[in-house]
């Protein structure tokens, strides 16, 4: 059974970090790319960033460029997603998400499975 798990979600005030993590399980790791996408109240969800496990290529969306960064342990299973300089833009339920197909990375519907999202609220 495939198995994504988010966490590390909190408050945080402006200017602040956190780093997220996303546990897998259930699949081969390195086949995926792992996506974070981020869903504020109202708000549709959006691609945040994508590392793909096989080389490592990263992509962030713009807004968040400079600020977060993208990495994975395959020794773990784990993606991690450091968020610096956070805004209260930022604020947001951050998910989670695999994919076979790296280039669709990013895209809500790419996405092969999904985790449950963790809470990030940042406080101006």
């Known amino acids: 059974e495939v198995q994504l798990q988010a966490f590390g979600g909190g408050l945080v005030q402006a200017g602040g970090s956190l780093r997220l993590s996303c546990a897998a399980s259930?699949?081969?790791?390195?086949?995926?790319?792992i996506g974070w996408f981020r869903q504020a109240p109202g708000k549709e969800r959006e691609g945040v960033a994508c590392i793909s496990l096989s080389d490592s290529s990263p992509w962030l969306r713009d807004s968040v460029k400079g600020r977060f960064t993208i990495s994975s342990d395959n020794a773990k299973d784990t993606v991690y997603l450091q968020m610096n300089s956070l805004k209260p833009e930022d604020t947001a339920v951050y998910y989670c998400?695999?994919?076979?197909?790296?280039?669709?990375?990013?895209?809500?519907?790419?996405?092969?499975?999904w985790g449950k999202g963790t809470q990030v609220t940042v406080s101006s």
């Open positions: 259930g699949f081969i790791f390195d086949d995926y790319a």
């Open positions: 998400a695999a994919t076979l197909t790296p280039r669709t990375c990013g895209d809500y519907y790419g996405m092969d499975y």
